[in-house]
């Protein structure tokens, strides 16, 4: 089999559609005709490894062919990096944290949906210490790592951030809020930033604005077509001041930041701020990323800024340090370049 593969891809471009439906075809013979003891988590992890190789023959093939790709992808930074992108199609590590009490069953698994339909260009992990919640995400294939450094309770940023890098490969890393949901936009927005000299010259934080949304249901989650004519329709453009996603590169300086905890108010303003001081390329990608925050009733998009128990403990941690900060410089409106779509319907990356 391996070397009927091999040959198949040998031969004229157009058989790559045929040995695509070949897959997809054993896919679901498997699933309706195998042994129904088989564990289903398995059958997918077979499908997902084969997917990947084959994603990689492929994609080999047109790298040999076509000099405009391979021309462009010679201004990528670092061969390591562009050798694992190859490799996997990984283009981001996505992580969160989230607890039963602050989240419901119906939020956490239409994330767990949403993200795992943007595999494999993005690996998500749910960093936990409850068991049933690692295995309900694992059930999605995510991957799902213990919290190990916590203040107040709450899960330290840096070491989720540094955990990830050294565990993972990819040209990029993020935290988001686990009530965030993402479109293709966000892959195509990545790309671009890839692509560009920015990512060359120096670290890269990636920062927007969410839209907030009622009423998000499984089917919004998981049809991206839909999920973006009901967040145009009834949708609202948050404040530029809440960040809910940070996608860096692995330079960026994650070992010099203060241990803030997230679900706490200051470490997204802070970060844009440091970031600049530090001459990190900033980039506000909210006219380009649709990310829709699952807003469970009105008034429940400033959770942070009204948590009970040590709600300002970012705010008094980064005072002892720096004294005085700038957040009105920290917001989406602080990054110094910009993401739009161009007359070509194309992401452009556009200095402020």
């Not at 330290?156 to 890393?173: D, E, I, Q, W």
């Not at 900060?325 to 989406?332: L, P, R």
């Amino acid at each position: 089999m391996p070397g009927l593969m091999a040959e198949i891809v040998q031969n004229d471009n157009k058989h790559k559609n045929i040995l695509v439906l070949c897959f997809l075809c054993l896919g679901v013979y498997v699933y309706l005709y195998g042994n129904v003891s088989v564990n289903l988590e398995k059958i997918e992890h077979i499908q997902r490894s084969a997917l990947r190789q084959l994603s990689h023959v492929l994609h080999r093939r047109e790298d040999g062919n076509d000099t405009a790709t391979a021309s462009r992808r010679s201004e990528w930074k670092g061969a390591s990096a562009l050798q694992e992108w190859d490799a996997s199609r990984r283009l981001l590590t996505v992580f969160t944290s989230w607890s039963k009490s602050g989240t419901t069953a119906l939020l956490r698994n239409n994330t767990a949906l949403n993200w795992r339909k943007l595999w494999p260009c993005l690996h998500p992990v749910l960093f936990t210490n409850d068991t049933e919640l690692a295995r309900n995400v694992q059930k999605h294939g995510w991957d799902s790592l213990p919290i190990l450094h916590t203040e107040v309770n709450m899960p330290v940023l840096k070491h989720m951030y540094l955990t990830a890098m050294k565990l993972y490969r990819s040209p990029l890393y993020a935290f988001v809020n686990g009530d965030i949901l993402f479109t293709q936009s966000l892959v195509e927005t990545l790309m671009k930033i890839l692509q560009s000299e920015l990512y060359n010259r120096s670290a890269v934080l990636v920062v927007g604005r969410r839209t907030n949304l009622l009423n998000v249901t499984r089917m919004l989650a998981t049809n991206e077509v839909v999920l973006t004519r009901e967040a145009i329709k009834r949708g609202e453009l948050f404040t530029p001041w809440g960040i809910d996603y940070f996608i860096t590169s692995r330079s960026f300086p994650w070992g010099d930041m203060p241990d803030m905890v997230i679900g706490r108010i200051a470490y997204d303003n802070f970060l844009v701020v440091e970031a600049n001081k530090r001459n990190v390329t900033t980039i506000d990608a909210t006219k380009t990323v649709l990310a829709v925050h699952q807003t469970m009733t009105k008034g429940s998009e400033y959770k942070s800024h009204s948590q009970p128990h040590n709600s300002d403990f970012n705010l008094k941690l980064l005072a002892k340090i720096y004294k005085k900060i700038n957040y009105a410089a920290g917001t989406t409106n602080g990054a110094c370049y910009f993401t739009k779509y161009d007359n070509k319907s194309e992401v452009s990356i556009v200095r402020r």
